[in-house]
Nanobody, 122 residues
Framework: QVQLVESGGGLVQAGGSLRLSCTAS????????MGWYRQAPGKQRDLVAS???????NNKVSANGRFTVSRDNAKNTVYLQMNNMRPEDTAVYYC????????????????WGQGTQVTVSS
C-alpha cells in the first residue's frame, strides 16, 4: 500500500505559476515512477510528466514546455512546477506512483492521489 498526499492546487491567473507537491509513503518499490496526470471535465486523464527514481535526471519538462516535474528520491516527493499557466490547464491534477517489478517494465501497482483542483482564470 502506498499513500499519496498532494498539495499546492488552487486558483491562479493566466500567466501565473503554481507548484504542486506530492509525498508518497508506504510500500514504495525500488523501481518506481512518480508523476502527475490531469483530467479536465469531460476529458480523459492524461499524463503530464513522470520521473523514475533511477532516472539520470531529477527533472523533466512536460510536453507543453511550460511545466517541469521533479522529484526528491530521499523524500519520496514529486513536484510539478507550472509556469505561464493558461486557462486550458484547468483540471484536477493527480499525483501518481507506479511500482515496477524488477524488470522495470511491468507495473505491479498503481496508486493515485485524491487529486487537487487547479483553476486558471483568464
Amino acid at each position: 500500500q502506498v499513500q499519496l498526499v498532494e498539495s499546492g492546487g488552487g486558483l491562479v491567473q493566466a500567466g501565473g505559476s503554481l507548484r504542486l507537491s506530492c509525498t508518497a509513503s508506504g510500500n514504495i518499490f525500488g523501481i518506481n515512477d512518480m508523476g502527475w496526470y490531469r483530467q479536465a471535465p469531460g476529458k480523459q486523464r492524461d499524463l503530464v510528466a513522470s520521473i523514475g527514481n533511477g532516472d539520470s535526471t531529477n527533472n523533466k519538462v512536460s510536453a507543453n514546455g511550460r511545466f517541469t516535474v521533479s522529484r526528491d528520491n530521499a523524500k519520496n516527493t514529486v513536484y510539478l512546477q507550472m509556469n505561464n499557466m493558461r486557462p486550458e490547464d484547468t483540471a484536477v491534477y493527480y499525483c501518481n506512483l507506479k511500482n515496477y517489478y524488477f524488470d522495470g517494465r511491468r507495473v505491479r501497482d498503481t496508486y493515485w492521489g485524491q487529486g487537487t483542483q487547479v483553476t486558471v482564470s483568464s
